[in-house]
Every structure is written in C-alpha cells, then in structure tokens.
C-alpha cells in the first residue's frame, strides 16, 4: 500500500502546552495518512503521539507550557517512526509501571495508562534518555 | 470542548461535544465532580459528539466512576463512535461502565 510513497522526514518543534495537542495530532494524523496507513491505523499513531507528547508535558516539564519539544517523523517505506524529544527532566519510564488492569482498576492507580496504550496501539516503544542532552521516545510503526 | 447538560427520569445527562484530551480534561473532571458532588448518582455520559479521547478522558471517567460506586451510583455511556469504542476496548475501559448504542437505548433500558 505504501509503495508509492517516497520516504520522508518531517519535524514540528512546539512548545509544551496541552493546548498544542491538537496541531501535534494533526501533524502525525497528516504524515500517518500520507504513508498510505487505513483510518484506523492512522486513529492509533495520533493516539500514541498524543499520549507520548503529554507525557512529555506532564513529567518532562510539569505542565510549564515554555519548554520546547521536536516531533520528527521518518518515513522509510518499511517503518514509520516518530521522535519525540524534549530537554525537561530526565524521565524514567521504570518509575511509571505498567498497570495490571485488574489492580488498575481495583485501586486508584491513575499512572501508566499512556504508557500502556502507546505499547498496545504501537509496534515498538524505545525510550532513550539524554542523548545529546535531550530525552526521547520513538515510537514505530512496521509497513505491511 | 463544551459539555451540555440536562436531567430526565432516569439519568442526570452530560453531553461532551469536540475533543478530550489533557487541554480539556480537567474542565471535564471538575464538572463531573461537581455534578456527583450536587447529589447525582446515576450519570449518562453522552458521547454522540465526541470526536476523540486520549488516556486524560478515560482517567476522568474513571475516578468519576469510583466516585460513584461507592455512593452506590452508577455512570453510564451512549453513542460511542466506533473509534472510541476501540479506545475503550484497548485501554480494558469496556467492564466497567454500561454502555448503550443510543441514547434512546440508554433511556429506555
């Protein structure tokens, strides 16, 4: 389906306001439909790139809205990849764990569902702390 | 985001219409506490006009719904777009709420 898609990079740098969400999923909902992905794989990517991002807004900088943070998109006709990086505090996804739905929703356990939505809506979820002082998350999603 | 508000018979009612995510959680949070918090135990949440929903909106209804069943309430939702269902399904949201296909389904359940 994605072969006559040539390969691509597009970047979007914002700041870190949740009101940038929605240009955030209009960005990654644009480059996931010109990679020739089905509405409901493009519904999924803009879902993981929301929560990603607001994972960035909530831990990375604590809501501040001036921090700056890039969204790069490759297209490689194999795999699409999203980099989200940001320059806040250091974030360890060890800190946030993978909910156990059944305690999820037992307990008051409001953590981790982001997280745990990326994992089921992405192939792969990397995270990769400070390179070159910057923290990052790629998410990827293979061609079929 | 705006949300509408009107009560019947059966249910307090709470129509959410555009997009909730982490910018429009928080309003949504503070109305729907605020509505349990008037008195109401039996909600229906609306979503005929809701276009989209990230893990902000499903925390919202999740502490909505805790907060009410240990009033012995219950919070129900309609009209769920097919690709919010699938949210719902994903996240493993689908066991704790009843949801309807229609809000006439809903009210006449």
Redesign the interface.
């Known amino acids: 389906m994605s072969e006559k898609t040539k390969p691509f990079e597009k970047e979007l740098i914002i700041k870190s306001s949740t009101d940038n969400l929605s240009v955030i999923r209009d960005f990654a909902k644009n480059a996931a439909k010109e990679s020739g992905f089905s509405d409901d794989e493009v519904g999924k990517i803009v879902l993981a790139v929301d929560e990603a991002c607001t994972n960035v807004i909530k831990h990375a900088y604590k809501y501040a809205p001036e921090g700056e943070m890039s969204v790069k998109i490759i297209y490689d006709t194999s795999k699409f990849s999203i980099v989200i990086s940001d320059e806040g505090a250091d974030f360890d996804p060890g800190l946030i764990p993978e909910p156990n739905l059944k305690e999820y929703h037992k307990q008051k356990r409001i953590g981790g569902l982001g997280m745990f939505l990326m994992k089921k809506l992405m192939d792969e979820v990397i995270y990769r702390e400070k390179v070159n002082n910057k923290n990052e998350v790629i998410l990827v999603k293979y061609m079929v | 985001m705006d949300i509408k508000e009107e009560k019947n018979e059966k249910y307090f009612v709470l129509s959410i219409v555009g ?1 909730l ?3 429009t959680a928080g309003a949504f949070e503070e109305k729907l506490l605020s509505v349990i918090d008037s008195g109401e135990k039996k909600l229906l949440i609306n979503f005929g006009e809701l276009d ?1 929903i ?3 909106g ?2 919202v209804l ?2 909505g719904a ?1 907060k009410v069943k240990a009033l012995e309430g219950k919070i129900a939702l309609c009209d769920l777009k097919s ?1 919010i269902m ?2 719902f399904e ?3 949201f689908t ?2 709420f009843d949801i309807y296909s229609t809000y006439e389904e809903a009210i006449n359940s």
């Open positions: 997009r995510d982490a910018s989209y990230s893990s902000s499903l925390r999740l502490v805790k690709h699938e949210v994903i996240a493993g066991p704790i």
